[in-house]
């Protein structure tokens, strides 16, 4: 199986990744949907049981697509942070280690709706900010899934899956690529999130992902 799939948009190759993220080879740019980084952090200040480790998770695999393409520049779309909580210390000081990694990689996060809540990365981490869209190629990279009166748009937000059934009451909820004919949303990049159901129509197509590749369904 492969990592990844390439599909054709507007004449324009993009690779869907196994690893819930796709690659721009034309640009040499890996686009990250709504990491959340601190999400479980947050929930624990909330007294909340969830799981630690998370960050760190989310983190390595960053650091392996990052080892896997030639990469000059990583786009975060929208909610890098997931809320006020998630600067905490433990959170940032993973976060710095791992830039620190890739120090010479140019990094930038287009604000989304978590973010505004949360605030922007500290200045330190040297991810430039910027609000949506932004216009790459034929592309038009924003956060949230709202139309682009020239270009392609390229989104998350909505953290989509799609259900797979099988024999009797047998399913499986897989996160997906959801494409429809001028805008394709990413699955969530994160370890802790949830996912919201997408159906497959005639206008639209759909790639799951899950134990490493993707396929169309």
């Given at each position: 199986m492969k990592p990844h799939l390439a599909i054709d948009i507007a004449g324009t190759q993009l690779w869907l990744l196994a690893d819930k993220a796709a690659w721009y080879p034309a640009e040499r740019t890996l686009l990250i949907a709504d990491v959340h980084f601190g999400k479980a952090a947050a929930y624990r200040r909330l007294g909340?049981?969830?799981?630690?480790?998370?960050?760190?998770?989310?983190?390595?695999?960053?650091?392996?697509?990052?080892?896997?393409?030639?990469?000059?520049?990583?786009?975060f779309l929208g909610?890098?942070?997931?809320?006020?909580?998630?600067?905490?210390?433990?959170?940032?000081?993973?976060?710095?280690?791992?830039?620190?990694r890739h120090s010479g990689l140019a990094m930038t996060l287009i604000r989304g709706n978590h973010d505004k809540r949360a605030g922007?990365?500290?200045?330190?981490?040297?991810?430039?900010?910027?609000?949506?869209?932004?216009?790459?190629?034929?592309?038009?990279l924003r956060h949230e899934p709202d139309?682009?009166?020239?270009?392609?748009?390229?989104?998350?937000?909505?953290h989509p899956s799609y259900r797979l059934y099988g024999r009797?009451?047998?399913?499986?909820?897989?996160?997906?690529?959801?494409?429809?004919?001028?805008?394709?949303?990413?699955?969530?990049?994160?370890e802790f999130t949830g996912g919201m159901n997408v159906q497959r129509g005639d206008d639209s197509r759909v790639y799951v992902v899950g134990d490493g590749a993707v396929w169309e369904v």
């Open positions: 909340q049981p969830v799981p630690h480790g998370t960050t760190q998770a989310n983190v390595q695999r960053l650091d392996a697509l990052l080892a896997a393409y030639d990469c000059k520049h990583l786009i909610d890098f942070l997931h809320a006020p909580e998630s600067h905490a210390a433990e959170t940032l000081q993973t976060l710095h280690h791992w830039r620190e922007d990365p500290p200045s330190s981490l040297r991810i430039n900010v910027v609000p949506e869209p932004l216009l790459l190629g034929p592309f038009a139309p682009h009166p020239t270009h392609i748009v390229l989104a998350g937000h909505v009797g009451r047998q399913q499986l909820k897989l996160p997906c690529f959801y494409l429809l004919p001028r805008m394709g949303i990413l699955p969530a990049f994160g």
